[in-house]
Structure formats: C-alpha cells, structure tokens
C-alpha cells in the first residue's frame, strides 16, 4: 500500500479510470466489489458508459478560447464548475477519514432516506439544516435495494461502526472548503417502502430548505416531482445499481429536460468519468452533473488528496472539451454543439424518404407470398444500424406511429455479417465464422437494423415480447371489429349479400396485416 500511495504510482492517475484500477488493488475485494457492482447482469452499468460513445461532437472553431469560464449557479449559489459530489454511502470503508476528507476535498451532496420513524427523519433533517447545508436531496429510486450478487457471493456485511461514523458527515455542512453547496447527510437500509408522492408534501413541512428529487428517468415522474414541489430533479439511475435494464440516464435526458421547461434545473449522474461526458450532458439542456464512484476510489487510493485530483482532472477534461468545441462559458455550450443517434435516425429519414418515395411508387405492387419481406421503400432508404437497447426503443417509436394507421415490418435473419468473399478467406483458413441475427425493421419511413450475437438473443427476444405485447392492441382490435361485422351480416339475411361481400374483403385484408 505503501508502495501505491507514492509518488510513481501517482504518476501512473491520468484519469478518473485509472483510479478505479489502483483501488481494486488496494482494497479488499469484497468492499471494491460493493462500490462498483451493478445490479444483476450489470447491462445498466455498461449502458451508462456505452451510451456516451453514440453522443458525437459539432465543435465551432476560431472562437477565441482564451480564457475559459466554468463556474455556473446552483439553486443560487455560485460553484466553480458544474460538477458535483453524488451522495454515495460508506466513505470510511474507502479510507479511515471517509467523509470527512470527501467533505473538505469538494462541495460534498449527501443522500437522506425516509426512515419509517418520521420523528428520526425529522431530527435529522433540522440537523442538517442547522450544520448548514443548503438542500435536501430525496432518494425516490430505493424503495427496495437492487439485487447486487457481487455483495451475495462476497457475503457483504458493514465493517463495524461504519454507518454510524458517517453521521460525521451530517454534521460536516459548510467546512471552509466545500464552496458552499453541501446538501443533506444521511445513510439507512431501513427505508420507508410506503413513501410516495404525497409524502413530499410532508418532507416540506419539516424544513425550509428546497427538495431535490434523486432518482427519475421518465418525463411522466418530472412532472409529478414539479406539481408535488420539487426544486430540482436529479436523473439518476443509482449508477446501475438498482434495477438493470434500465436506459442510461443521458439517453432519457432530452425528454426530461423537455418536461422540466426550465421550470426547475435538471442535474444527472450515472456513468459520468470525463469532461466529454460532462459536456454533452450540458449541451442536452443539463444544470450540471454528479460523480459517484469515482469520488469513492480515488478517496481509497489518496484520501482527500485523492479526491482533489480526480475533482481536478475532470475539471481540465471539461475545461479543454468546452474550448475544442469553441465556448468559453457554461452558457455557450448549446444542443447545436451534439449529435445523438435520434439526430442521425432523423436526418437520415429526411435526406432519404423524398426521392426513393417517388421511386418507390413504381415498384409498390409485390407478388403474392412477399408479405414477410420488407417493401421496396425500405429496401432502398439507408439502413441505420443501432445497438439492441436504441433499437428496440426506436422500433417503440415506429409502433407507436404506427397505432392508427400504417404497418411495421420487423424481419430477422440469421448473418455471419461478413460478405462473401472474406467468408471464403475465412473458410481458407479455416477461421471460425460468428453466426448473428441481423433484425431489421421498417415503417416505411425509417429503415433501422441491429445485429445480436447469440448470447445477446435471449435477452432481445424478452424485451422484443414485451415491446410487441404492448402493441399488440392495435392489431387486434382491427381484426375483432371485422369478424363483429362478419357475425352481424350472417345475422341479418336481407342484407346478407352486401354486407358479407365487405365482411369477407376486410376479414382477408385483417389477415394479411396480422
Ligand atoms: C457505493 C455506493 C453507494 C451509494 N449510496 C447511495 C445512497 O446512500 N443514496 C443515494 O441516493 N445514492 C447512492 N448511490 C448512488 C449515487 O448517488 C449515484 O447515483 C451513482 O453512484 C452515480 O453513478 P456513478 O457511480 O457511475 O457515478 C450510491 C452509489 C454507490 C456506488
């Protein structure tokens, strides 16, 4: 250990990353399994960071970028950069002065659960507000504790005293160092699991501070935590660590901010470890972010100095982002300076469907049997290629369009993904060929396709079920109104030859469609 906390290894820190790789040597494997697990197959843990690699820059250049200002205002107070602390629990696992030294190293958001005794609650909230600290955050996605099986196969159990040693960290409040912006500080396990919105109302007429909301991904709860009072939201999906396949919080941030309307700031975190990630969450209409576990590791691999740095580093990643991208404020980092992959879906619809729209009328009439495969329009438009999750939520969009009227055709295929002639190559050389399943889908619009190994199949079928049950009532509903008719016209003999004449035309129409 002694050997890691000195100057060589040190050297070796030029990311957050990195820490997270000097703490898993230094800590015992049951505490770092704890901080960086997710829950169950981790997909949510890996989407946090898989999701920033499909946000693509638009820098603006020869601005003069000498002098760069990152300080930004948070419910009022000023804070240097629009980078925060999240609550996260057990610091004194990380290292004996635990939150403490997390505390003096930066402006420290601490977490207050709902115990089932109010009265605690209440003790501990006025503590808070009397050691100064400037907000409430209310944690609205731990109701249950996720299922972390790194923690079961390591039969976790706290280190004595732990948790109550962090109550230090209640107290600690406005230090000459935390620039002010210290939040509520609390860590249970014994959470009120009947808590819900009502309750908020309560929350507030135990204190004066604001109420931040910690946990929502849907623009539906944004408007509810906004009715019920919340002063802010923060996006969160507990770093993975709660619920897995949930979507990365950066992906449902446009939505959430959309809702808010600026009336209350939107925060987010989950996944965040670079400046870059920093900046396109800003340029998706974000007040700012929070850091989880890299504030835990770098505090486990140099204390507060630890924390310093990685606080630091950040800093500088966003401070060279944002002047890459020609801004020189917070305020001039705009939605213009990103492109999601919903802008390339849209740009690509756009650019394509107006010519190969006026081709496709030529070739609209198919032979009989081709009702599986896609139409010509599709065919012809630009095929985007998305990862399963992206595809699946377009495909969504694509149903949901397509409920009153229109068709979706989704066709999936078994592919090496290869062409011909590097299959031959392969086969040469006698080099194992991965088979894939290529799915593909269409409304005649866009035109999307994602590629799934067999490991990832299983899973893709489950949600692909889920998606289809839910649309399944447009379907039908058509089919049941026909064969209604159907019944009545054999009911009614004087209008029999009409009636059963539209009855059996619609009935075949039903059927194709189905
Ligand atoms: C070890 C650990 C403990 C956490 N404890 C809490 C907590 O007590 N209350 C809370 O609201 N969130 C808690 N979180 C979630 C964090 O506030 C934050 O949402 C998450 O860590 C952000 O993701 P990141 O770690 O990828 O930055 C915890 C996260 C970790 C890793």
Avoid at 361 to 386: D, Q, S
Avoid at 388 to 399: A, H, I, K, Q
Avoid at 439 to 450: F, L, M, P
Avoid at 457 to 482: C, G, I, P, W
Wanted: hydrophobic residues 40%.
């Amino acid at each position: 250990n002694k050997e890691m906390e000195g100057a060589g290894c040190m050297a070796l820190v030029t990311n957050l990353c990195d820490y997270e790789e000097l703490a898993k040597q230094k800590l015992p494997k049951m505490i770092y399994d704890f901080y960086a697990a997710g829950a169950e197959d981790q997909w949510t843990l890996k989407e946090n960071r898989d999701a920033f690699s499909r946000i693509l820059f638009r820098p603006r250049v020869l601005v003069d970028v000498s002098c760069i200002d990152m300080s930004t205002s948070i419910l009022g107070y000023k804070i240097s950069m629009p980078i925060m602390i999240a609550p996260t629990a057990l610091h004194k696992m990380a290292h004996p002065e635990g939150e403490l030294a997390t505390a003096r190293a930066a402006a420290t958001a601490e977490t207050i659960m709902i115990y089932k005794d109010r009265n605690l609650v209440q003790q501990l909230v006025q503590r808070a507000e009397m050691a100064g600290h400037k907000a409430i955050v209310l944690t609205v996605d731990a109701p249950w504790l996720g299922r972390r099986e790194a923690d079961a196969k390591n039969r976790f159990t706290l280190p004595q005293n732990v948790v109550l040693k962090t109550f230090e960290g209640l107290d600690q409040g406005k230090t000459d160092k935390t620039n002010g912006s210290g939040l509520a500080a609390y860590v249970a396990n014994q959470v009120d699991r009947s808590f819900s919105w009502k309750d908020i109302k309560w929350l507030q007429t135990i204190t004066s501070l604001p109420v931040l909301v910690k946990g929502i991904i849907t623009a539906a709860d944004t408007r509810i935590a906004i009715e019920c009072g919340a002063a802010g939201i923060i996006m969160s999906n507990h770093g993975g660590r709660q619920l897995d396949y949930l979507p990365a919080t950066i992906s449902c941030l446009e939505e959430v901010v959309r809702e808010a309307n600026g009336r209350v700031p939107v925060f987010i975190d989950s996944g965040f470890r670079r400046g870059t990630d920093v900046f396109k969450a800003l340029a998706l209409g974000a007040s700012g972010v929070f850091i989880g576990r890299p504030v835990l590791f770098s505090l486990a691999v140099d204390g507060e100095a630890g924390v310093r740095n990685a606080l630091r580093m950040l800093r500088d990643e966003l401070e060279v982002t944002m002047a890459l991208n020609g801004c020189t404020s917070v305020k001039e980092i705009t939605r213009s300076h990103v492109v999601t992959e919903g802008d390339r879906i849209r740009s690509c619809s756009r650019s394509t469907i107006p010519t190969l729209a006026a081709k496709a009328t030529k070739t609209r009439a198919r032979p009989e049997g081709e009702n599986f495969a896609l139409p010509a329009i599709a065919r012809r438009l630009k095929m985007v290629v998305l990862q399963p999750d992206p595809f699946l939520s377009e495909l969504t969009s694509m149903y949901e369009r397509s409920t009153e009227k229109g068709s979706v055709w989704v066709t999936m295929k078994r592919s090496s993904m290869k062409c011909q002639a590097r299959l031959k190559k392969m086969a040469a050389k006698g080099e194992a060929v991965e088979l894939r399943c290529l799915v593909r889908a269409t409304d005649g619009k866009k035109n999307i396709s994602t590629s799934l190994s067999a490991k990832e199949y299983l899973k893709f079928q489950a949600s692909y079920a889920t998606v289809l049950k839910a649309h399944m009532h447009a379907l039908k509903k058509r089919e049941r109104k026909d064969k209604k008719k159907a019944a009545e016209a054999e009911k009614i003999p004087e209008k029999a030859p009409k009636k059963q004449k539209k009855a059996s035309s619609s009935k075949k129409s039903a059927g194709s469609k189905s």
